[in-house]
């Protein structure tokens, strides 16, 4: 079988897009295994995640998310602003405005242009519920994200660390993602341990979304929109309070870049 695919990455987040809104791939043909194996850096294309853009009656399109492993993934932040620069190019929607469904619900995003650089601003869920401890913060922002503050991002072994708090039964009996971040200023550091790559990403937008909201609670002198700063580059969040810690309004503002496309066979 022959895929068709297009290559995207959002600040270092990168994924393989596969336009299925006529259903050629199925759980029969398209397996875990091969889904794995065109995410593999060395044997595949190689990507943080894969995504199908699918036909939806309700919506402008579906987005399913895969994980590096091939499994089925929760939301994927930076993943659902490149599937909607990829589905603005397939001519999915006309206007700058789309409304899409994800594994967590319905999302809404704007693209535009800034010189030669294509932004999505992506809203994400609301979000209500807020563990914080005295060692890490917890919340779900489509996905289950753990934040540790840090003093030096740098000094921090994100991947040994990440890996002991990711398989936590205790804690985390489905796992989570791990976030470790830094405060410098008015700007944040994030670095990210993500569920499913099971290694370092160069940046998750769930991730930072989850540290942005994470910081204000912790600081209340911070204030939307947060300026985050990951090792594949920045990102913007912007949100609204309700009642203490209610978060509305949530969206997740960055470059979503085309790579390269090309097929392969399977």
Known sequence: MIIIF???????????LIDNRLGNLTKKNFTQKEIALLCNRRF??????????????EFNFEMKYFNSDGNLGSMCGNGGRCIVAFAKKQGVFINN???????DGEHWAEIYSIGNQTIVKLKMQDVTQIKEEEQFTFLN?????????VKDTELIN??????????????????????????????????????G????????????????????VKNKNFHSPFEIKTKGGNL???????????FKNIWLEGAATFV????IEI
């Open 97 to 103: 405005n789309t409304h899409f469904l994800a594994s």
């Open 6 to 16: 297009e290559k995207y990455q959002g600040t270092g987040n990168d994924f393989i």
């Open 141 to 149: 922002t489509g996905s289950p994200h753990h934040i540790e503050f």
């Open 236 to 246: 913007r969040v912007y949100f609204s309070i309700e009642n203490q810690n209610i």
């Open 44 to 57: 595949g294309i190689g990507a943080d995640g894969l995504m199908l853009l699918e036909k939806s009656e």
């Open 158 to 195: 994100v991947v040994g660390l990440g890996k002991q708090i990711r398989y936590n039964k205790k804690l985390y009996p489905e796992g989570t993602n791990v976030n470790f971040v830094q405060i410098i200023n008015n700007q944040i550091i994030v670095r990210t341990y993500e569920r």
């Open 260 to 263: 390269f496309n090309g097929q």
């Open 197 to 216: 790559v099971e290694d370092e990403t160069l940046s998750c937008g769930t991730g930072v979304v989850a540290s942005s909201i994470a910081t204000y």
